[in-house]
């Protein structure tokens, strides 16, 4: 079974500057890794996935994450935002197959301007 | 491809009234899923389905049905409506990749208020 804590339930930031949300999963096993992002009265979206292989995974809207097996992380990056990336952000770990997928609880990205 | 769809987007119900959320999928995916949303607590998965005629329990099933008659639909059914359900209500389904990693694609939700 999965669990997953996203560490930062809001995280405001100015535009233009750089963002990291955070995200630690527990498993036994291994797990693919998901990002989804929920824009304000939408239902949520594939950002990016880590699969296997390269650690660093980039996905759409300039995001990129980094899957840390010792740490047990996958955080959530970019190096430059934009009022555009103001949405609620999903880490969501999976142990593939049947297992589904374990939501975390969000955390709301703010952008000032 | 239209994608998730979910219909209505909003509803008000009174305590006691039932209804159904509708949902359909174009993408013949055979896993679907509900979840609701409500603030601070991320999706609780409330029923899931991996085929037609297959249903399960998820986190939060009681006081909900599903029923899954095709690969297209999955409804979810309020018998009594109560305040505590009261949410915004997702419906997902889910295409599996080469590596078997599940992707799911959401509806754009419903929002339902039950006063």
């Known amino acids: 079974a999965q669990s997953v804590t996203q560490l930062d339930s809001q995280v405001p930031v100015f535009e233009e500057a750089p963002v990291e949300l955070r995200c630690n999963y527990s498993s036994s096993v291994s797990v693919y890794l998901f990002w989804y992002v929920q824009y304000p009265n939408q239902g949520l979206q594939l950002l990016l996935k880590?699969?296997?292989?390269?650690?660093l995974v980039k996905g759409i809207n300039g995001f990129e994450a980094e899957f840390n097996k010792s740490q047990t992380s996958f955080h959530l990056r970019k190096p430059s935002v934009h009022i555009s990336d103001t949405a609620e952000y999903f880490c969501?770990?999976?142990?593939?197959?049947?297992?589904?997928?374990?939501f975390g609880k969000g955390t709301h990205l703010i952008i000032q301007p | 491809n239209a994608g998730v769809t979910q219909t209505p987007k909003f509803r008000i119900l009174k305590i006691g009234q039932s209804m159904t959320l509708q949902c359909t999928q174009d993408m013949n995916h055979n896993y679907m899923y509900w979840y609701r949303q409500d603030p601070g607590m991320g999706l609780k998965l409330i029923y899931y389905s991996v085929g037609a005629g297959i249903t399960d329990k998820g986190e939060v099933p009681n006081g909900y049905n599903v029923s899954r008659s095709t690969t297209e639909d999955f409804p979810l059914r309020l018998e009594l409506a109560a305040p505590s359900q009261t949410s915004v209500y997702f419906c997902a389904s889910s295409y599996f990749g080469s590596a078997g990693e599940e992707t799911q694609y959401f509806g754009p939700g419903t929002r339902l208020l039950v006063l």
């Open positions: 880590y699969l296997s292989g390269s650690t």
């Open positions: 969501a770990p999976s142990g593939g197959g049947a297992d589904g997928l374990t």
